[in-house]
């Protein structure tokens, strides 16, 4: 059944604004009682609306009610129809494809939907606080409703007075404002051990002031309205402007301690029932560290593009031509861009803004900014900075190569009681050769990723030895083949992670420092630790010894490309990870090695690991043999 009215009145308790409001409407002499969430506060009085009841509404005191699930609602705007209620969803299937045969590798569902109920909010917290570097921020304001005190905390906390969590409700996320909408990307199907919420975007109207900072320092004021219609930007979301306004009238009325209590919530009030432009800001995207390179960075921004466009996030009212975003991580990492934000200039405090045209109008006029005014910006914000490497300059040889490790058996020394065991199992003095290679003969091309697999004992880690040897000019016996040659490039810089033997020393510095030391760039260093895996700006402060074992394994990973080698020689690969992380870390780092021209012989056991490297080629290591072949 449908049915037109309008609003008569929207109600939002103080300490659940953000996952619960009541919005009261006037429709044929009868009055809808609709509950939603925090939404509520957009719709003035008077606005006028559509109701599509699902489900027959409950009466009380002769008022209609309608849940959350029994409704939909839309909303009208210069006769424009909008969809409000049920809260904007989709589903998207990310997938991941080999760079070089296109094969797909994984794949997994992910539904972003608008943030809805108290849980959500209390997901949003949790993931908050991967966006800040300091372990001592707390994220977001809990309230206990039995005696009324505020908490901050990551996660919902035990009230300190009432000793339990039963009461305590999440009050606020810091950072936001009562203008934010949030929108959260889920798994639909997940693992016990999987996060439920892997990203959220915040999502807030424009900024009311932006200035340009230009090369030579001064500043270009007002800056959008040289590029937009001055009405796309006004009325803005600005409490600030509104608070003095009002503390002048207020104090007509009221002594000054009284006007300043009630200041910001008529302030508040006021300021969302104005604000109505035509564009909106991404403020805020947080994606959990695991999740980080899997796209999920560009998923959530794509995510809410259609969002604010569908719906015209946040205020539902004017049609939305452009987002903003003012983002100093653009410049460290390139998911705005390659989602198709252009720079456009930075602020006037120095910070980047980039913005993405929702229609057509928009692009013109951006269009017609970069063509004209002689500070836009020629070239991208974000540019690779890892660069190439200079490439071997011919390939690594085996030419009949063996390698037969010799021991000596004696039980000299030993307790009699071990002697005698021993002696029962034939064990006595011998000398033992174990031909571990025999007359290997294969080349490895520059550029290329060679994976090695095998049995353990088969000869895999001989084999990295062999080739650190070759070029290091290693005399120690377990360097240098048998009988055989083996040939290498004179310009190889190898960097080898070989565990418990050869492995890179971290002191006290940060893994940051860590690997800024090494590449002296700091772009090029955090897209290192974003290819490694360790995409959280709150491990890139931490000591390697704060680090989770799986987190050392990366930080390794990192600070061998840090060293910007032309041959990696890696033994056990993502050992110690988990199957997706280690998917995922696998794909970057290949990707990294490849777009840099680094050769690199990796070793690993797991088939999900190679399939994830995606090599050239894979070498078979077994019985003394090793096989190339180009595929499993």
């Not at 506060?41 to 006028?48: K, P, S, V």
């Not at 508040?268 to 899997?294: C, F, Q």
């Not at 006290?508 to 860590?514: A, D, Q």
């Not at 990973?557 to 988990?578: Q, V």
């Amino acid at each position: 059944m449908l049915i037109r009215g309008k609003v008569k009145e929207s109600k939002i308790p103080k300490f659940k604004h953000r996952w619960f409001g009541v919005l009261e409407v006037e429709a044929n002499g009868e009055t809808y009682r609709l509950y939603m969430s925090g939404i509520a506060q957009w719709f003035l009085e008077g606005d006028e609306v559509e109701i599509k009841i699902l489900r027959p509404p409950r009466e009380k005191e002769g008022i209609k009610i309608l849940e959350f699930n029994d409704y939909e609602l839309y909303k009208f705007y210069n006769g424009e129809k909008i969809k409000v209620w049920p809260v904007w969803e989709k589903i998207y299937k990310t997938k991941r494809f080999s760079p070089l045969t296109a094969e797909l590798l994984y794949e997994y569902e992910i539904r972003a939907r608008e943030a809805t109920y108290e849980s959500d909010f209390e997901a949003i917290a949790e993931l908050e606080q991967y966006h800040y570097a300091s372990q001592k921020e707390k994220v977001a304001l809990w309230r206990c409703e039995k005696c009324g005190i505020i908490i901050e905390a990551n996660t919902k906390p035990i009230c300190p007075k009432c000793k339990t969590d039963k009461h305590v409700h999440i009050l606020e996320i810091k950072g936001s404002t009562p203008a934010s909408r949030f929108l959260l990307l889920e798994l639909v199907k997940r693992e016990e051990y999987e996060p439920r919420v892997l990203a959220y975007v915040r999502v807030d109207p424009p900024i009311p002031l932006m200035h340009r900072k230009l090369p030579n320092g001064e500043i270009d004021k007002n800056i959008r309205e040289k590029v937009f219609p001055k009405d796309w930007l006004k009325p803005s979301f600005w409490p600030e402007k509104i608070m003095y306004e009002l503390f002048v009238e207020l104090r007509k009325k009221y002594p000054k301690k009284i006007a300043r209590s009630l200041l910001w919530e008529k302030a508040k009030e006021r300021a969302l029932r104005e604000s109505n432009t035509a564009g909106a800001r991404i403020a805020r995207v947080v994606v959990h560290p695991d999740y980080r390179s899997d796209g999920l960075g560009q998923l959530s921004v794509k995510a809410a593009l259609e969002w604010i466009a569908e719906r015209r996030i946040p205020e539902m009212r004017k049609k939305k031509h452009f987002v903003e975003t003012i983002a100093q991580m653009a410049r460290y990492n390139p998911f705005f861009e390659k989602v198709g934000f252009r720079y456009v200039w930075e602020t006037a405090s120095g910070r980047p803004v980039l913005i993405y045209p929702l229609t057509e109008e928009a692009k013109e006029y951006l269009e017609n900014y970069f063509k004209n005014d002689p500070y836009a910006p020629k070239e991208p914000l974000w540019k690779p900075s890892y660069g190439k490497v200079e490439p071997l300059n011919g390939p690594i040889v085996f030419k009949n190569v063996s390698k037969v490790f010799e021991s000596e058996l004696d039980i000299k020394g030993l307790p009699e009681e071990i002697q005698d065991l021993l002696k029962a199992f034939g064990v006595r003095h011998r000398v033992i050769q174990r031909p571990v290679l025999r007359n290997l003969n294969f080349e490895i091309k520059p550029g290329e990723v060679i994976v090695v697999v095998g049995a353990s004992g088969a000869g895999k880690t001989t084999l990295l030895r062999l080739i650190l040897g070759a070029i290091m000019k290693y005399w120690e016996e377990k360097y240098r083949p048998t009988n055989g040659e083996i040939k290498v490039p004179d310009n190889a810089k190898v960097s080898v992670l070989i565990p418990g033997e050869f492995e890179p020393e971290f002191g006290s510095e940060s893994i940051l420092e860590h690997v800024y030391r090494k590449i002296r760039d700091l772009n090029a260093a955090v897209e290192v630790l974003n290819r490694a895996g360790l995409s959280d700006a709150v491990l890139y402060r931490a000591k390697f010894s704060e680090l989770s074992t799986g987190q050392k394994e990366r930080a390794k990973i990192a600070s061998l490309l840090a060293e910007k080698p032309n041959l990696i020689l890696i033994d056990e690969f993502a050992a110690h990870l988990d199957t997706l992380t280690a998917m995922r870390v696998a794909r970057k780092v290949a990707e990294i090695i490849r777009e840099a021209g680094i050769t690199a012989v990796i070793i690993t056991h797991r088939p999900e690991v190679v399939k994830a490297l995606d090599p050239d080629r894979i070498l078979f290591v077994g019985y003394g043999t090793a096989i190339m072949k180009d595929k499993l």
